[in-house]
């Protein structure tokens, strides 16, 4: 990731001009659509920096969305739900306890900065997506996005070079590892890449399930979504996809979905205590790409447990004497502990945790197969978010992709609850 620097590519420019004119211009539910073409056609690295701040065409166009929402709150109509309470707690601690690790108000810009990019979007989630039929449209329009999309990688692939590479950002020979190449388009890394569009097969799964026509178009969005994910070449959103398909077979057993993770608990512990290492060891095992590094994930985890007096209160400034290798926190949740102690992990997983209990109260009120399998979905996504954060931290386009789909969770479920 390339910052502190102007980076503008004349494209890139033109792009995020005509956007930002769409961001104003369209209607209440469009207005997340520039946002997530921004995601997918121009890499995170170009960015305006202004007396030493630095402002990715990501982040200025949340901005004006974000500016756009507030301007005409009559509009967008936004109600306060739970997890907005404690995505702000977690906002505001973030902030603070960063800028008290670093001792500077550096700090508190830096981070600040990361949750324009995370709260903003995730309000521009909560104003475009208010309905099943915002959340249609678009997931239609990432559907659409894949096909053009899916010859970028296959060229890619092909190549051996990354188009986007004009842009910045990204590299102009596509990695390689263990003989594979490794294609990213212009997102910040391969696996980025594979696990944005996985999180988007769920609601298309949610179509094909609660839909009775135009199956042949979702086929085809799958099949797109399908075939970036494994140019990636990258376990973690391999992973990402397994999770998705057993959320889906799980859904015949939604009954008994309290019992079954009661099950899941205990034979964790159980395994904890019969196991010659921690259960968490079962990561180092994960290999489906054939280039995973299951057992260093396997390791940091081990050693944030053991160092944890060091980083409880406020984070730590560097990992790196956890040993070798793990200046580099491939775990998000690790990561919110470092970023903000242990009280900003919490916050963190407590607000997703907010999420899952307000999709349940939706699923219970609603009578609509096509309502049903959008809300089921909606809760597969946000599973296979939380198990990919423990095999890698999100950075770039990615993090803004997160939470606009998860503010648009809770628009939905909120107001299918209220209204019930």
Not at 214 to 223: E, L, N, S, T
Not at 311 to 320: A, D, Q
Request: hydrophobic share 55%; glycine share 10%.
């Amino acid at each position: 990731m390339v910052s502190g620097q102007t980076i503008v590519h004349p494209i890139g420019f033109a792009v995020l001009i005509v956007l930002i004119i769409f961001t104003l211009k369209v209607k209440r539910q469009y207005i997340g659509i520039p946002l997530l073409f921004l995601m997918m056609a121009i890499p995170s690295a170009q960015r305006v920096v202004i007396a030493s701040l630095d402002f990715s065409f990501v982040k200025i166009l949340v901005l004006v969305a974000v500016a756009r929402i507030y301007s005409n709150k009559k509009e967008f109509n936004l109600r306060v739900e739970k997890p907005d309470i404690i995505l702000r707690h977690w906002a505001l601690w973030s902030i603070f306890s960063y800028g008290v690790l670093i001792g500077g108000f550096s700090g508190v810009v830096t981070r600040a900065g990361f949750m324009i990019d995370a709260v903003g979007a995730y309000y521009v989630g909560r104003a475009c997506i208010q309905t099943t039929e915002d959340m249609r449209k678009v997931t239609m329009f990432i559907g659409l996005m894949a096909i053009p999309m899916v010859w970028f990688f296959l060229v890619e692939r092909g190549a051996g070079r990354n188009i986007f590479s004009i842009f910045g950002g990204v590299p102009d020979i596509t990695l390689i590892r263990k003989g594979r190449l490794r294609c990213q388009g212009p997102f910040s890394h391969p696996i980025m890449a594979g696990v944005f569009w996985a999180a988007f097969l769920p609601w298309l799964g949610a179509l094909w399930m609660g839909t009775e026509t135009k199956k042949y178009k979702i086929a085809v969005f799958i099949g797109c979504v399908v075939i970036i994910i494994g140019n990636t070449a990258s376990s973690t959103p391999v992973m990402a996809v397994l999770f998705s398909l057993l959320g889906f077979v799980m859904f015949r057993v939604r009954d008994k979905l309290s019992f079954i993770k009661k099950s899941m608990i205990g034979l964790l512990v159980g395994l904890h205590l019969v196991m010659e290492k921690p259960v968490w060891h079962l990561i180092s095992r994960v290999d489906l790409s054939g280039g995973s590094t299951g057992w260093h994930r396997y390791h940091l985890i081990n050693e944030a447990i053991n160092h944890i007096d060091g980083w409880w209160l406020f984070g730590t400034l560097s990992t790196v004497h956890w040993g070798a290798g793990l200046g580099d926190v491939t775990n998000q949740y690790i990561l919110e502990g470092v970023r903000g102690g242990l009280l900003g992990m919490i916050l963190f997983i407590v607000f997703f945790l907010r999420v899952f209990t307000l999709l349940g109260r939706a699923i219970k009120v609603t009578s609509s197969k096509a309502e049903l399998w959008l809300y089921w979905a909606s809760g597969v996504m946000l599973f296979a978010h939380m198990m990919n954060f423990l095999a890698v931290s999100y950075f770039g386009q990615v993090v803004s992709a997160l939470f606009l789909m998860v503010g648009g969770v809770v628009s939905v479920a909120g107001n299918k609850v209220r209204a019930s």
